[in-house]
């Protein structure tokens, strides 16, 4: 349906990835809060030993590699969970863009991954450039999907219609 909109510009597409990084720092925040939990009940339970650290927060940063991780997946998470769900992130709804397939139908768990892999932590958006006049960016090229412009009426049919679960 919205395959035939315009495709989304880089100024477009960068604010949308500076609304999600926000939206990101939010729910970082909230995995490490659990994360210093979960090391606070390890510990009650005898499972991890603290005594070695000052706290919880130096036991994690001690361990930051596996910190780094579990943020990593939290934050691939954000972005399979909306692209699939919903084709927009919530910077993408709020700049009106969608992801789509080539075809118009919604992406699927293989050009997600691919996708988010290849973005480059959103890097690939300045092949925008490189390829001048195409729309395309290099995560969309090499996935066969395109993030389309939608217009005000388009972008409050599509929030409002959208069924709920």
Do not use: C
């Not at 315009?6 to 809060?33: E, H, N, Q, S, T």
């Not at 939990?37 to 036991?59: E, H, K, M, R």
């Not at 909306?82 to 118009?104: S, V």
Request: net charge positive; charged share 15%.
């Amino acid at each position: 349906m919205y395959h035939g909109s315009p495709k989304a510009g880089l100024f477009r597409r960068l604010a949308a990835i500076l609304y999600d990084v926000l939206i990101l720092a939010a729910l970082w925040m909230l995995a490490v809060g659990l994360a210093l939990v979960l090391v606070t009940i390890l510990d009650n339970v005898g499972l991890v030993s603290l005594a070695a650290y000052q706290d919880q927060a130096d036991f994690l940063q001690k361990h930051s590699i596996w910190v780094q991780l579990y943020l990593l997946l939290v934050s691939a998470w954000f972005y399979l969970y909306f692209w699939m769900k919903a084709g927009q992130t919530l910077g993408m709804r709020a700049w009106r863009i969608l992801l789509i397939q080539a075809d118009g139908s919604p992406v699927t768990l293989k050009q997600a991954l691919l996708r988010l892999g290849l973005s480059l932590l959103g890097v690939g958006n300045f092949w925008l450039w490189i390829r001048w006049g195409k729309g395309l960016a290099l995560q969309d090229q090499m996935t066969n999907t395109i993030v389309v412009k939608l217009t005000k009426d388009e972008s409050k049919e599509l929030n409002l219609h959208r069924k709920a679960g």
